[in-house]
């Protein structure tokens, strides 16, 4: 139904309680007499039923006070129906995170910028608010007891060690000294929490599928050829692990076009041939959605994907004509839907259409538009190259040494495990 008449005329509460009431009975007609049984009916209920008592509550001057921060009428997070995409960073300088780059030992120093010298702190106290729910904060103890007796593991390129350094960080304080153990490899890494039987661990696959440039990576981004249809060399190592978190994005935006390899051929690495990325992208996902559907028992492990993690390399973007890429940024863009240009919406369509024709559920983590406000997140000059912090001379050079594809820790990839949390 449509309501008619300008929105300013009829009060914005019976509004929601006309569209609560017409959407019930719709859902009612739909799902006849096994409404009971139904959880979406169920949540409906409670969604609207909050929402309607909260309003009136508040009685007239409930219209005025939809927009004041005060007065909370968001339900409890729910992720079948709240969009976590939809809603604000809210800055609050009594949040403190839950480790340092100080007090975690695990952090690498790629993203360890307060260590490196980074002398703001303000990116360190914006909190997440989706517009319809409460999203919970991290609990490192719930965190554990979800995982007890189980295995974790983020598998994909280094935003996803950073999201697995973050996550890391967010429990292991809680844990006792020698209760606890890390072991870092080259391609593997767990840390156990033992009283808990549990495993947090990385695995690096940068394409999740195969490629020249996996392990001693090829500097030169033309050399670079991917095994589009080759993925079981990495895939034995996500056996028999209970929670998977894969990503795989910004490795393939090294142009418009990128070196593929498929099937076998006599003349080895000599027989690829350039693909548009996307396609490439495409195939590359394809086969590790074949791997997850045949291998894969539902029941038995959780599979989870992680969106895209938004570059800010382009200050225009964002309006700051003056700024060099994410150099010196200390806010999040405050503009609603913003979107820059280092988030291909193409690629994440891919990804999506994909997804969507897997047998296994994949439960996606979309980070990518409440990241894109991120701008002051990233870390900048505040790192490393080649092992070695950058030299002041370095650090004067933004333009060619500033870092706006890594995020600092803590940060920003906290908020992404927060909803992680809150999905497991
Ligand atoms: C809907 O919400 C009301 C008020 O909380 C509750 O009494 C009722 O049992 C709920 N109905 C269903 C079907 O859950
Ligand atoms: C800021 O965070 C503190 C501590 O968690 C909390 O008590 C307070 O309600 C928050 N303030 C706002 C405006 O969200
Ligand atoms: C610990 O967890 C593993 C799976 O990660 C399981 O095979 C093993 O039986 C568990 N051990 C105990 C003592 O619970
Ligand atoms: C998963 O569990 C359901 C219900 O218990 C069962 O019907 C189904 O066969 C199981 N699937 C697999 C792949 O084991
Ligand atoms: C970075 O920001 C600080 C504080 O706003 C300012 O003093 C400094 O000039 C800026 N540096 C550059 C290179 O823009
Ligand atoms: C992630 O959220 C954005 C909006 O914030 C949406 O456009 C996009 O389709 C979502 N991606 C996936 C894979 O669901």
Known sequence: MHVPSPRGKIPLPIIIALACA????????AERVSFLSSSSI????????????????????????????????????DPEECNVANGKWVFNSSIKPLYSDRTC???????????NGRPDSDYRHWEWQPEDCTLPRFNP???????????????????QRGQWQSFVCLVEWIIPEDKKSMRRGRSRSVFKAKEYNATIEFYWAPYLVESNTDLHIIGDTTKRIIKVDSVAKHAENWMGVDILVFNSYVWWMSGPRIKTLWGSFSNGE????????????????????NW????????????????MSPTHTRNEDWNHKD????????????????????????????????????KVPVTFINITQISEYRIDGHASVYTETGGKLLTDEQKADPIHNADCIHWCLPGVPDTWNQIFLAYL
């Open 323 to 358: 700024g060099i890429k994410c150099f010196n940024e200390t806010k999040p863009v405050m503009k609603k839907k913003f979107w820059g240009s280092g988030s291909d919406k193409k690629m994440m369509s891919v990804v999506a259409n994909v997804v969507e024709k897997m």
């Open 141 to 159: 103890e719930l965190a554990l007891k979800k995982l007890r007796g189980k295995r974790l593991l983020f598998v994909g390129d280094s935003l």
């Open 292 to 307: 997850v559907d045949t291998t894969i028992n539902p029941n038995r492990t959780r599979v989870f994907f992680t969106t």
């Open 270 to 289: 000599e027989g690829f041939e350039e693909l548009d990325t996307t396609i490439a992208y495409r195939i590359g996902l394809k086969t590790w959605a």
């Open 22 to 29: 017409v959407v019930f009975i719709a859902v009612l007609y």
């Open 105 to 115: 030992p695990y952090l690498d120093r790629q993203v360890s910028c307060e260590k």
């Open 42 to 77: 169920f949540k409906l209920n409670k969604s609207c039923h909050r929402r309607g008592t909260k309003l009136k509550s508040n009685d007239k001057k409930a219209d005025e006070h939809l927009d004041d921060p005060i007065i909370d009428d968001r339900f409890d997070f």
